[in-house]
């Protein structure tokens, strides 16, 4: 008979332990993912501000330039863009995983009793960090 609080009922067996660690697994690739994403943002936001900013100091230009800010304004974008690609990776890893190691889970998650913490979400703060750093020194003009 099924448990009111439950929505079903998990049995403690091999086949159920290997597709609980497939799952985690398939978190992990998931947050990667989004870290690989959101890192290309960020990257390519600051190349293209930082080359058009090269491109128009180095030489004068012949006739106005149309919208000077528009290259900044893009790079802007894309580096906000990768950062809250990270910010809502970063929740959902969080979100998820908290999840497979409920109790509904216990039995087939594991040895530990908490989910511990992996270095793809260290990764993951950190890049948030550089991207937030990137976006400011955009923004103010830093460099």
Do not use: C
Request: net charge positive.
């Amino acid at each position: 008979m099924n448990k009111p609080d439950n929505r079903f009922e998990v049995s403690a067996t091999a086949s159920n332990h290997f597709a609980w660690i497939r799952t985690r697994l398939a978190l992990e690739r998931t947050i990667m993912a989004w870290v690989r994403t959101s890192a290309s943002l960020i990257a390519f936001g600051f190349t293209i501000v930082q080359f058009f900013q090269r491109v128009q100091s180095s030489s004068p230009p012949t006739a106005p330039v149309y919208m000077p800010d528009a290259p900044r304004n893009f790079g802007l974008a894309l580096i906000a863009s990768g950062i809250l690609g990270l910010a809502v990776a970063l929740w959902q890893y969080h979100q998820l995983l908290n999840y497979l190691w409920s109790t509904d889970f216990q039995p087939i998650a594991g040895v530990k009793k908490e989910p511990g913490t992996t270095s793809i979400m260290w990764v993951t703060i950190v890049l948030l960090l550089v991207g937030v750093f990137a976006f400011f020194v955009v923004l103010f003009h830093w460099v």
